[in-house]
């Protein structure tokens, strides 16, 4: 089956630095990638759609410049939090699609992330 | 954009009763309707999904029922057991360069 990988699973940072998440498929190619953001005991939010060679389309609300997404290529996405801060403080996953024309998406483990 | 609601937010049931969860969306033009299981720190896993063209599907305890024309689907479980406890998600979308948009999630608690 298709398989989504993310690195690294859990992170702590102090306020104010970056970090940068990547999100692998590692047995197909995916045209179109997608970063969530979970808070204990809520939904996934989605935070932008990321498509291969072109620049992320983001959600009403969540800031491009702070959180800065490249899909360079068709098997890596990476989400950079740039100055992070507590409130940064969540779940990141993201889910990956093979083409325009499929339905099922792939979910990544996620990536814990933790500003002190 | 769509808007999916999920009812009710939590649901306890006895073990081998039946649980139900329903949810609304806006979005007539959405086409996919899966549904995940989230336990707590992990990922969602896919459960079962429909598309807009099938009415019905299920997979041994599992069902889903979609209504097209009131917009809303629903999960059915049956035989509970207790590893069915965690927090189920809805979810909506279209094929495309579309993300899914979720529901916010019911906690099933099956009491032994």
């Known amino acids: 089956g298709a398989v989504v990988s993310q690195h690294p699973s859990w992170v702590i940072c102090k306020s104010g630095t970056s970090v940068k998440i990547e999100c692998r498929s590692l047995?197909?190619?995916?045209?179109?990638m997608f970063w969530y953001r979970q808070f204990p005991k809520q939904s996934l939010m989605l935070m932008a759609t990321?498509?291969?060679?072109?620049?992320?389309?983001?959600e009403q609300g969540v800031e491009k410049d702070k959180f800065l997404i490249n899909h360079a290529s068709l098997t890596l996405s990476t989400l950079t939090v740039t100055s992070a801060h507590p409130e940064d403080s969540s779940f990141y996953i993201c889910?990956?699609?093979?083409?325009?024309?499929?339905?099922?998406?792939?979910f990544g483990p996620g990536t814990r992330l933790t500003v002190t | 954009g769509e808007n999916v609601e999920q009812h009710p937010s939590t649901l306890s049931v006895q073990e081998g009763d039946s649980a139900v969860i329903k949810c609304t969306y806006s979005?007539?033009?959405?086409?996919?309707f899966p549904w995940y299981k989230q336990e707590l720190g992990k990922r969602p896993q896919l459960i079962i999904d429909i598309r807009s063209n099938v009415g019905e599907k299920k997979d041994q305890r599992i069902a889903v029922t979609l209504n097209k024309t009131a917009k809303h689907f629903s999960l059915h479980i049956t035989e509970t057991q207790p590893e069915d406890s965690a927090v189920y998600f809805c979810?909506?979308?279209?094929?495309?360069?579309?993300?899914?948009?979720f529901g916010s999630g019911t906690r099933l608690q099956v009491q032994p």
């Open positions: 979005d007539s033009a959405s086409n996919y």
């Open positions: 047995d197909f190619q995916a045209t179109t």
């Open positions: 889910s990956a699609r093979a083409s325009e024309n499929t339905y099922e998406q792939y």
């Open positions: 979810a909506a979308s279209r094929t495309g360069r579309r993300a899914l948009t």
């Open positions: 990321s498509n291969e060679g072109s620049k992320a389309t983001y």
